[in-house]
């Protein structure tokens, strides 16, 4: 996993959920270059299509509390010519890379467009 922001962002983000330590990245280059050389895009780059946002499962009212205290801080600081935050607008992705090789990439086209497991589980088990 790749995210942008900074590394203090990065550990705050790690407390809430220690089991991804050691799997997370953080690009914290001016622009969020390693990032945007991933070609993920930003909200509103490409269609949506007939793929609707959802609301995360926060796991009820606790988790709605611990996610409003945490949203602030851990918000991309670099700020565009508008004033947003790069990061807030900034997609993501999934690759599955084996023997050095891509063999399978998918860009989200909204927040919450993920691919199926199966998907990604047959590019593990390519034969590439």
């Known amino acids: 996993m790749v995210a942008p922001g900074t590394a203090a962002q990065l550990n705050e983000f790690l407390e809430q959920l220690p089991e991804a330590r050691n799997k997370v990245c953080v690009d914290d280059s001016e622009g969020y270059q390693a990032y945007a050389a991933m ?5 509103g780059d490409r269609p949506a299509g007939d793929v609707q946002m959802q609301a995360p499962d926060l ?7 611990k996610y409003l205290s945490k949203v602030v801080s851990l918000a991309p600081e670099q700020k565009d010519e508008d004033g ?9 992705g999934t690759f599955v ?5 891509v063999v399978y990439a998918w860009a989200d086209r909204i927040p919450g ?4 497991p199966a998907e990604v589980f047959a590019g593990l088990s390519t034969d590439a």
Not at 39 to 43: A, K, Q, V
Not at 97 to 101: L, R, T
Not at 113 to 116: A, G, S, V
């Open 97 to 101: 890379v084996k023997d050095a090789e």
């Open 113 to 116: 467009d993920y691919p199926k």
């Open 39 to 43: 070609n993920f895009g930003r909200i």
């Open 59 to 65: 796991g009820g009212i606790d988790g709605v509390f």
């Open 84 to 92: 947003i935050p790069k990061g807030v607008l900034l997609l993501g």
